[in-house]
């Protein structure tokens, strides 16, 4: 099932999330559901609160292997990066955002395996990405006050339910 991902403004967005105690049924169908999501909606990365689950979870495919991460955290940070960053929540806005180059993250999977992986390059940004939004923050964020007031009509845009995207955009996205 597909679910509606949440935009920028909606209050679930910004609750920091609670730790999943149990990997039950219901959780496995909600990962399988937000891989779904994710994927129609051309995204590398997809947490719980962005579809309405405050629980601390997350999804990334970056076009290796898919990863199912619960209770993860970073345990380690190294180095610096400003690069472009888009985010579901934010449809067709992107801003530079400076985040560490490498992270060591530690996470169990869906079969209750705890795992630690060592990440640079994009799957470390979209780690970093994904799990800012289980503790309420999203990228907007981390940028500075100048960009904020400088995007403040497109931030404004997307609380009321529109999108960035211009046709041209969509077009390409198709193909």
């Known amino acids: 099932m597909k679910y509606r991902v949440l935009h920028y403004g909606e209050p679930e967005l910004r ?17 399988e559901d937000m891989f779904e999501t994710m994927y129609e909606a051309k995204g590398v990365g997809l947490a719980g609160p962005q579809v309405g689950k ?3 979870l997350v999804v990334i495919d970056i076009g290796d292997d898919p990863i199912v991460m619960i209770n993860p955290e970073i345990i380690k940070k190294s180095g610096k990066e400003t690069c472009l960053e888009g985010c579901l929540s934010f ?15 530690e996470y169990t ?6 795992y630690e992986i060592e990440a640079e390059g994009l799957l470390a940004r979209a780690i970093q990405h994904e799990l800012d939004h289980l503790d309420g923050i999203v990228f907007v964020d981390r940028i500075s006050k100048a960009r904020k ?3 403040k009509n497109e931030l404004e845009a997307i ?3 529109e999108t960035l995207y211009d046709e041209e955009d969509e077009d390409e996205d198709i193909e």
């Open 15 to 31: 609750i920091p999330c609670e730790p999943i105690t149990e990997i039950t049924e219901e959780i496995k169908q909600l990962v």
């Open 54 to 56: 405050n629980i601390r």
């Open 91 to 105: 449809p067709g806005l992107s801003e530079k955002v400076e985040r560490a180059l490498k992270v060591t993250a």
């Open 109 to 114: 999977d869906l079969d209750g395996d705890t």
């Open 149 to 151: 007031i400088q995007i």
């Open 159 to 161: 609380k009321n339910g």
